[in-house]
């Protein structure tokens, strides 16, 4: 089976977004089908990892044209990075921004839409379709956000009506949480869902990640859930000794910014050091200025270890080098409609988790399925309580979550 993949985020870009569909890739090679990847040649990306780049196999054929991103240039005028994601404020006040820096988050959020990439959907469409037609394809797969790869999915069914096109949702997309700070208009939010109803009713598959965001798009007639995982060959078959230690290292890896903050669990490390126990915080990614200070203000900097961006197998050494590991999910709305990728990584390594979300929702759901603990982000007394029963956690079998086992799943999705 031909399968052509069409993803913004692939090697050497870094981060969740592009692990999901480097291992669908690498795994349907290996599973005798024939992935084509399209994807920019000159993405604007957040975060680069150039060692993914080797696990892309060598039958994997990859397209690439250039792309313009507007980020770049609004980025100068708004003091954001260009690649920087703009998260939900959440809780978090953020400092306003200038009449200029307002004015390109308006920009952002009203002229370009559904995202900023989506002046990448004609120039997308009319080079696949000459080379769809000189290279016959089974399937088509679009992946987002940014969804505007949807759109380009779309433009391609009206073509080739007899290729099955499949649309996977990482995250939601009309209801995303940092969709407040572009101040879109009525009339733009409008087209938005409107764009997101003609993916959803045109495509001939729709995969999402959770039960949530299933029956957000409930108009599709073909709607499956495909979670996230994790994939042993990323796993080190043994790690060095370490010296035992009365000091308990809690690991967080991925961003932390806006709404994905934990001040009930931080304010429950500082109580617990105010009686004697030991406490190292590892951060692994980009953690805000925001969430620093209120570290700082608590007197937790002396106890925290800022690692920056890692790459992908040297996260995984280092959360098996942790005692406990910390998941933080956005407070938002949108964050109850999904489960963070990393989950199926911490489960893999068999350590505790401590988990801040909402109470109710897809995460919360899986948790308690699992009878795992979990503490909404202000509750100090939950906080403690996790942190003071970590040996008690049941451990979670992660078999089902499998890279490849997910990856026969999606092939006989493909197939039917």
Request: proline share 7%; glycine share 6%.
């Amino acid at each position: 089976m031909k399968v052509l993949i069409i993803t913004y985020y692939w090697p050497p870009s870094g981060g969740g977004g592009v692990q999901r569909w480097l291992k669908f890739a690498t795994n349907l090679d290996k599973l005798g089908s024939k992935p084509i990847v399209f994807t920019p040649s000159n993405p604007d990306v957040p975060i680069f990892d150039a060692s993914l780049e080797s696990e892309v196999p060598s039958n994997v054929e990859v397209l690439k044209i250039p792309i313009f991103e507007p980020s770049r240039i609004l980025a100068k005028f708004s003091k954001k990075s260009a690649s920087g994601r703009i998260g939900a404020s959440g809780n978090n006040k953020p400092s306003k921004p200038s009449l200029i820096g307002s004015l390109s988050l308006w920009v952002r959020g009203n002229m370009f839409i559904p995202d900023a990439r989506v002046k990448w959907v004609k120039p997308s469409i009319s080079y696949l379709t000459k080379w769809i037609a000189e290279n016959q394809v089974d399937a088509i797969i679009t992946t987002g956000p940014p969804h505007s790869m949807h759109l380009i999915g779309l433009g391609l069914k009206k073509k080739f009506k007899d290729i099955q096109w499949v649309a996977d949702f990482r995250d939601p997309w009309s209801d995303m949480d940092y969709l407040s700070e572009f101040k879109i208009s009525k009339r733009s939010m409008n087209k938005l869902v409107q764009m997101e109803i003609e993916v959803a009713t045109s495509a001939d598959k729709i995969i999402v990640t959770s039960k949530g965001a299933s029956r957000k798009l409930s108009l599709s007639k073909d709607c499956h859930i495909i979670p996230n995982g994790w994939d042993p060959q990323d796993f080190p078959k043994s790690l060095p000794k370490t010296v035992s230690s009365p000091t308990i290292k809690i690991g967080h890896f991925g961003s932390l910014h806006g709404s994905r903050n934990a001040p009930g669990f931080w304010r429950a490390i500082k109580t617990l050091r105010e009686e004697g126990k030991k406490y190292e915080l590892i951060f692994a990614g980009n953690v805000s200025g925001n969430i620093k200070s209120e570290l700082k203000d608590l007197g937790l900097l002396d106890i925290c270890n800022f690692k920056g961006e890692l790459e992908h197998k040297q996260s995984i050494i280092s959360m098996l080098q942790c005692n406990a590991l910390l998941l933080v999910h956005n407070d938002t709305d949108s964050a109850t409609l999904s489960t963070p990728g990393k989950l199926f990584e911490y489960i893999a390594t068999s350590k505790p988790i401590i988990s801040i979300c909402r109470s109710t929702g897809d995460l919360a759901d899986r948790l308690s399925d699992w009878g795992l603990p979990f503490a909404e982000h202000k509750n100090i007394i939950s906080s403690k309580k996790m942190l003071l029963n970590l040996s008690n956690q049941p451990k979670v079998d992660p078999g089902p979550f499998n890279r490849m086992k997910l990856t026969e799943n999606l092939l006989e999705l493909l197939q039917k």
